[in-house]
């Protein structure tokens, strides 16, 4: 299917906007809620790829499952997505950083990032602390409140993780991840635009 076509016309859009299955297919039969969407899609669209269409749908299907699971971990441990994702960048680099490589790390301004860490300090879950290679500057670091809850909300997708690709035997797992990477690179390296 060319990709002005699948813009302009996205079955994959077709599926519920929870990524949940709009139908239980039984796992015994080998189906499962893809199939019988992109069987209703063939007769419309007769150049579709099954296999494609059924891939991405799959992919996007899972990848909105584990968010929602990461909100659902967010709300038990109270924790707002730009707090959590704070506190990641710093758990990133070992649980202690300088304010400048967060905001580097996030994207951000450091004045946003100053802002963040000043909730986070009061909510006990990061301290700042004089650097230990230079005076002049402050080191953050997470204290060990920040890092349970921080383990706490991680371990809820890890579970949910766990249990989905738990399904697929070492080898079947490593050969899925193979198979993304090759993805993951056409990607992040995308051929370079013909001249005009």
């Given amino acids: 299917m060319e990709a002005e076509e699948r813009a302009s016309v996205s079955p994959t859009e077709d599926c519920d906007s929870a990524g949940e299955s709009v139908r239980d297919s039984a796992p015994e039969s080998g189906r499962d809620s893809v199939d019988d969407h992109v069987a209703r899609w063939l007769p419309v669209l007769p150049g579709l790829d099954p296999d494609i269409e059924g891939a991405v749908t799959r992919m996007q299907k899972i990848t909105v499952r584990l968010r929602r699971f990461r909100e659902r971990s967010l709300a038990d441990f109270d924790l707002e997505r730009h707090e959590f994702d704070t506190l990641h960048k710093l758990m990133a680099r070992g649980g202690k950083a300088a304010p400048s490589d967060l905001a580097a790390d ?39 409140e920040g890092r349970t809850t921080w383990l706490g909300a991680m371990d809820v997708v890890g579970h949910e993780e766990e249990r989905l690709l738990g399904t697929l035997s070492p080898e079947e797992r490593g050969q899925l991840s193979d198979l993304l990477r090759r993805i993951m690179r056409a990607a992040e390296h995308p051929p370079e635009a013909k001249p005009r």
């Fill in 106 to 144: 996030l994207d951000l301004a450091p004045a946003s990032v100053t802002g963040r860490l000043d909730a986070l300090e009061r909510r006990g879950f990061v301290r700042r602390a004089p650097s230990t290679t230079d005076r002049r500057r402050v080191d953050v670091e997470v204290t060990e």
